[in-house]
């Protein structure tokens, strides 16, 4: 639609078309025209949320959208280079990028509404979530489809700004905001001290005569001392309630706002024409203790966030290069997979990679709460992060930086906290709704009281803003969620989905898979036992060459063998086949190895786990392994029934193996030879019949049923597909913590509901109480921290360190080891 005719006027913003722009937007079946792409964005935005009736009922033009400086966005276009991304983006294998930021000027939940809402809406931006806790966001985006420089400019055209996340970044923020806060509740609070002295001597000289000289005195000295209460102390609620209006948002910060305003040029006008009231006492304490209730939850939620912060300080800044036998110190981001790299004694390992050299012991406490270190020797793997304890050891890199293990686990880490379960959607909005209808309220309390009492209609107007502020609202949910999951993340839980913590306080069953995860998964070969004629060590040779391919554990078993197989496929819960010199071998079941048929039974009847291994159909060995249970796993088992819970075994392998391990933890319900398809069928008609299923398993066969289950837990063992299909990691491998962190999701929801009660209670006592002039300007501002600083001290009672239950078991029921 070019501009061709006389000059036309912008719809949105009135300011004249130039003739050779070709912007517009179709509003009521017409073509608008429009000045430029801001305004052409702006009311595609406007029409597209359906609030097209703004442009009927506008009573002014509307302001044509500032664009961003160039200087600015040539900065953000750095962001684009690949080489600048390497350090902070992740590459996904579906073709997905993602990276996380740290953004400033968020206050509140609203916030963090509006820029998902804004971000999320963009073409290429797979999802968005912000962390109110830490102020992270986290963005998923198809890098060939939008930039991350348009993402960035969209932040900053909002009123935030963005960086890449660094843990050192995000300390000097943490510091700067504590500086400004301490300063600004420094000055709030000097000023209500001082205010509240004169307040004293004016409410004593209503009951007493005082000369209107005397009082005029003591309200210019206090309107004095106010000012930059007002406009120092108060000023980020003022912005935030700016930012948040420009985008047609409402927030806390909107009745704060006025409730200060409006009490503070009150109080002016009454000071300069000789009034009858002035409320800067109440102006003072709303402020001081807004402040402080606000100040209180920003030192929560630092320190809660230190749990995740010590994860990402693990690394050391350099690393021992060894290159054609000689040592030299690089910086740890120089290093590639490949390298060589030296670990002396105490030293922090500085990438995951393989031991070459030596023999020691490593600590991975910080990583999955484990406190006895791990012996490594030739071959095995080791973990960035981790502290070599005992030797010098000469490690060969096989992943640095992003991808790394402790990478992953932060990256889960900030994923759970920025998620929000639906508890935590359903109090933000209830929070956005209670904020209009408390202006809507205020509105209609001054009018009755116009009309009632006209010299009480401002002060009792001004009570109910006050009283009714939402910030414990708005905290109740997210501060209490951030404390549970990071005391689950120290406990060596390491919850991934925000649903996690929600649906492990309302499950009913708790199914465990047994190889790896009731048992540790080290299986050993016990014997070999050839059929017929086939030799032994070839059995045992073809054998090993096949499970080299699956990542089960029963693969572990088998030595490293001379031979290479080919045309390999994994089959989940059955076997593995492939060819090895032309011929095709089988390796599983039975049934597997020899379908249609009925091969010869086990060499011995004994309670252990046994392959055949067969050359097109024809049987040639069986194979004897067996495993253990997990120390703990027959404690975990009792105090999962004592918690009302119905456990049950469900896996893959034969019957005998599976009716021992339930025989000895004492579970009733048990069922064996399940593929993973008969294991979801049989999880989803538990859950057609009412039941909250957690799943816990640890092969890829298990990621079926991990999917379907409402909550589901892999072990740190765990192949990495599982581990990314599930809704958290157990990082410590003891299964006595999930007792554990079940009992701390079902305390969690108790104080979820604690807060929102108290909230709610709160309001909907104090609103009537205040609207009928009960309350105090004063008074409400104390009442108003009071409930915030309320909710916030509960929600702390969750940041305490779990301590593991007793149960009382019979002999019965006493942990014991067998060979399944």
């Known amino acids: 639609m070019s501009n061709t005719g006389p000059s036309l006027a912008c719809y949105h913003c009135g300011l004249p078309v130039p003739a050779d722009a070709d912007y517009s937007v179709e509003i009521k079946g017409v073509q608008q025209a429009m000045c430029c792409p801001g305004c052409q964005a702006v009311a595609s935005t406007i029409i597209s949320t359906g609030l097209d009736q703004y442009y009927q009922y506008r009573t002014d033009l509307a302001v044509t959208p500032k664009p961003l400086e160039d200087e600015l966005l040539d900065e953000l276009a750095l962001y684009d280079r690949s080489d600048i991304q390497q350090d902070f983006v992740t590459q996904h294998a579906d073709g997905q990028v993602e990276a996380i930021f740290l953004v400033e000027g968020i206050t509140c939940a609203a916030c963090v509404w509006l820029i998902e809402h804004q971000i999320n809406t963009l073409q290429g931006v797979e999802h968005c979530n912000v962390n109110l806790s830490n102020h992270q966001l986290r963005i998923q985006w198809h890098s060939e489809k939008i930039k991350l420089s348009e993402i960035l400019s969209t932040v900053y055209s909002i009123g935030y700004k963005a960086y890449p996340y660094q843990s050192a970044a995000e300390d000097r923020l943490q510091q700067t905001e504590n500086r400004n806060y301490i300063k600004r509740l420094g000055v709030a609070g000097a000023g209500m001290a001082q205010v509240m002295m004169y307040a004293a001597a004016l409410y004593a000289g209503a009951f007493d005569y005082i000369s209107g000289e005397h009082r005029d005195f003591l309200r210019w000295v206090s309107l004095i001392i106010t000012t930059p209460v007002v406009f120092y102390s108060a000023r980020p609620f003022f912005s935030a309630a700016l930012r948040n209006l420009k985008n047609r948002h409402l927030s806390m910060d909107v009745p704060v706002s006025l409730a200060i305003l409006a009490a503070y040029f009150a109080s002016l006008g009454s000071t300069m024409m000789g009034g009858r009231e002035v409320y800067f006492d109440s102006v003072c304490m709303f402020t001081f203790f807004l402040l402080l209730g606000r100040f209180f939850e920003f030192r929560a939620r630092a320190k809660m966030d230190q749990s995740g912060h010590h994860l990402t300080r693990l690394l050391p800044d350099t690393a021992t290069l060894v290159e054609n036998g000689k040592q030299r110190l690089v910086a740890i981001r120089d290093l590639k997979p490949g390298d060589t790299v030296l670990v002396k004694t105490a030293q922090i390992i500085p990438a995951d990679g393989l031991v070459l050299n030596g023999q020691?012991?490593?600590?991975?406490?910080?990583?999955?709460?484990?406190?006895?270190?791990?012996?490594?020797?030739?071959g095995d793997s080791v973990v960035a992060g981790s502290i070599n304890v005992e030797h010098p050891l000469t490690i060969e890199v096989t992943e640095?930086?992003?991808?790394t293990k402790l990478s992953g686990i932060l990256r889960l880490l900030d994923q759970a906290r920025a998620s929000k379960p639906p508890i935590a959607k359903l109090a933000d909005t209830i929070a956005?709704?209670?904020?209009?209808?408390?202006l809507i309220v205020a509105t209609g309390v001054a009018t009755a009281w116009a009309l009632i009492e006209p010299s009480h209609a401002f002060w009792v107007t001004l009570s109910v803003l006050v009283v009714t502020c939402p910030c414990a609202l708005s905290l109740a949910t997210p501060t209490a969620l951030t404390a549970a999951t990071s005391s689950l993340q120290r406990l060596g839980l390491l919850v991934s989905r925000g649903h996690t913590l929600e649906g492990l306080a309302n499950i009913s069953h708790v199914i465990f898979d047994k190889t790896g995860t009731l048992t540790t998964g080290k299986l050993r070969l016990q014997q070999i036992h050839p059929l017929a004629d086939y030799n032994r060590l070839q059995c045992h040779h073809v054998a090993a060459a096949l499970e080299a391919h699956s990542e089960h554990p029963i693969a572990n078993a088998f030595e490293a063998s001379p031979l290479q197989a080919f045309e390999i496929k994994v089959h989940p819960g059955q076997g593995i086949e492939g060819v090895i010199d032309g011929q095709h071998y089988r390796i599983g079941r039975p049934d597997f190895a020899v379908p249609g048929a009925t091969p010869a039974t086990p060499p011995s009847e004994a309670q252990a786990q046994w392959l055949l291994l067969a050359n097109d159909g024809n049987a040639m060995a069986w194979f004897q392994l067996d495993d253990e249970l997990r120390s703990d796993a027959a404690e975990t088992v009792t105090q999962l029934g004592e918690l009302g819970l119905k456990v049950e075994l469900l896996s893959g392998d034969y019957s005998n193996n599976v009716a021992t391990v339930a025989k000895q933890l004492n579970i009733s319900d048990f069922r064996s030879g399940a593929s993973p398809m008969n294991k979801m069928t049989y999880t989803q008609a538990l859950q057609t019949d009412g039941a909250k299923i957690l799943m816990v398993g640890d092969g890829i066969n298990d990621i079926p049923v991990l999917a379907a289950a409402d909550v589901s837990i892999a072990m740190t063992s765990a192949a990495d597909l599982t581990k990314a299909n599930a809704d958290a990691i157990l990082l410590s491998s003891q299964l006595s913590h999930l007792v554990?962190?079940?009992?701390h999701a079902r305390k969690t929801q108790r104080i979820i509901r604690q807060n929102l009660g108290w909230a709610l209670g709160y309001n909907l006592i104090a609103l009537p109480a205040a609207a009928m002039g009960y309350i105090p300007p004063y008074f409400a501002a104390l009442g108003m921290s009071l409930s915030s600083l309320v909710v916030v001290l509960n929600a702390l009672r969750l940041s305490k360190p779990l301590v593991k239950a007793t149960?009382?078991?019979?002999?019965?029921?006493?942990?014991?080891?067998a060979n399944v």
């Not at 020691?360 to 030739?378: C, Q, R, W, Y």
């Not at 956005?432 to 408390?438: D, E, L």
């Open 740 to 743: 554990m962190a079940i009992r």
């Open 432 to 438: 956005q709704y209670f904020i209009a209808a408390v």
């Open 807 to 817: 149960t009382t078991t019979s002999p019965t029921q006493q942990p014991q080891t």
């Open 360 to 378: 020691s012991s490593t600590d991975e406490s910080h990583l999955n709460g484990e406190f006895i270190p791990v012996p490594k020797a030739l």
């Open 400 to 403: 640095v930086g992003q991808n």
